[in-house]
């Protein structure tokens, strides 16, 4: 009888309630068992797993692995899946396969480059990939003479954290003055540079912000599965153009992203993001993690996260083709239900606490 696979995410996004259902439905049926663990006691993921517990917070990087390490001994994780502290916990990869848990994670070297975003630019420019133009920022003064440049390109400004995912902290910069405009509708990415640069002197410390041109749709994102060897078995872009989305084989996408993840090593999964600067695609970004939206290449007869457990488990799926292109579509969202969990009362940078989240 084959045995059940023990998987593992951390703190993680939402949307990876769909990341778990795949591994439920994975082809060969084998058995899979999802622990979550998360800071936020009405987290889908935790509804949404077999096992789940709170975080301990507070706890800094080092601290976080030994926590870590005592959950894959404890529950007897197979794969772990690291979101929280991925840079930390892979640079301890032997101590988790001590343990028998394979990291589902690239190594040390590959996420310390792209967890930079200016140090990302320029490993990828030095290896043929195109960038856009881009300054790095650490005060008022920088930053207008950024945008400056910019616009006299006849380019719109933005700026985001120069370490950072997932959109927090990005802004669109405008030279119009904050009236009633910026009060009306939803909240807007536009904020007017005069108001910045007041923050910047108000607040007498630095930043550290990467000041580049707004790039222009399509955004397509490159869902990659590669291989111990370098080797990538799998790249299908996601577009996505207003409401809209899609997918696509197109080698201007996906060659490039197949150059960073085999250049780089960015094993197991990862998500390489391109729009258009101009006539042509430049990078964006680079996630060195599974995406929020990968579950959405299961419209194209894909099941990543099952071939992506099973090449943690040494197992290698071979090259992914989709059989078929899902046609376009739009996303939506729908309620998820939560479980009820006592929070356990702790001290700041415990490590053994944790409250066990009462099943459905």
């Known amino acids: 009888m084959v045995s059940r696979v023990r998987v593992w995410l951390n703190?993680?996004?939402?949307?990876?309630?769909?990341?778990?259902?795949?591994?439920r439905r994975n082809p060969g049926d084998r058995a899979v068992e999802i622990h979550a663990t998360h800071g936020d006691p009405d987290s889908p993921v935790l509804a949404a797993a077999d096992t789940a517990e709170l975080e301990p917070e507070g706890l800094s990087p080092a601290a976080?692995?030994?926590?870590?390490l005592g959950v894959c001994a404890r529950r007897g994780i197979d794969v772990f899946v690291p979101r929280l502290h991925q840079a930390a916990i892979v640079a301890h990869r032997a101590q988790f396969e001590a343990l028998g848990t394979a990291l589902l994670a690239p190594p040390p070297q590959a996420v310390a480059v792209f967890q930079d975003k200016v140090t990302a630019y320029e490993a990828v420019q030095a290896i043929g990939v195109p960038v856009p133009p881009w300054w790095r920022v650490r005060d008022a003064g920088e930053l207008v003479a950024a945008v400056d440049a910019l616009e006299a390109a006849g380019h719109r400004a933005c700026f985001k954290p120069v370490s950072g995912a997932g959109g927090v902290g990005f802004r669109v910069v405008t030279r119009a003055p904050f009236s009633l405009r910026h009060l009306e509708g939803f909240p807007s990415p536009h904020v007017p540079l005069d108001l910045v640069v007041e923050s910047l002197h108000r607040a007498g410390e630095p930043v550290d912000w990467l000041v580049m041109p707004r790039l222009e749709q399509p955004e397509v994102s490159v869902d990659c599965l590669t291989g111990p060897d370098n080797r990538v078995r799998l790249a299908v872009g996601r577009t996505k153009n207003g409401r809209r989305?899609?997918?696509?084989?197109?080698?201007?996408?996906?060659?490039?992203?197949?150059?960073?993840?085999?250049?780089?090593?960015?094993?197991h999964l990862s998500n390489i993001q391109f729009r258009m600067f101009g006539e042509r695609p430049v990078l964006m970004d680079v996630n060195t993690r599974p995406a929020g939206g990968l579950h959405q290449l299961s419209l194209c007869g894909i099941n990543a996260p099952w071939a992506a457990v099973r090449m943690?488990?040494?197992?290698?799926?071979?090259?992914?083709?989709?059989?078929f292109l899902g046609q376009d579509y739009t996303v939506v969202a729908g309620p998820r239900p939560v479980r009820q969990v006592s929070v356990p009362h702790q001290r700041s940078g415990?490590?053994?606490l944790a409250a066990e989240v009462v099943p459905l």
């Open 245 to 267: 989305r899609g997918f696509t084989l197109h080698e201007q996408w996906l060659e490039p992203a197949r150059r960073i993840a085999e250049g780089f090593g960015l094993h």
């Open 350 to 352: 415990s490590v053994g």
């Open 11 to 23: 703190r993680t996004y939402a949307e990876n309630v769909f990341f778990m259902d795949q591994l």
């Open 64 to 68: 976080y692995v030994d926590y870590a």
């Open 312 to 323: 943690a488990l040494g197992d290698d799926p071979g090259e992914i083709t989709p059989p």
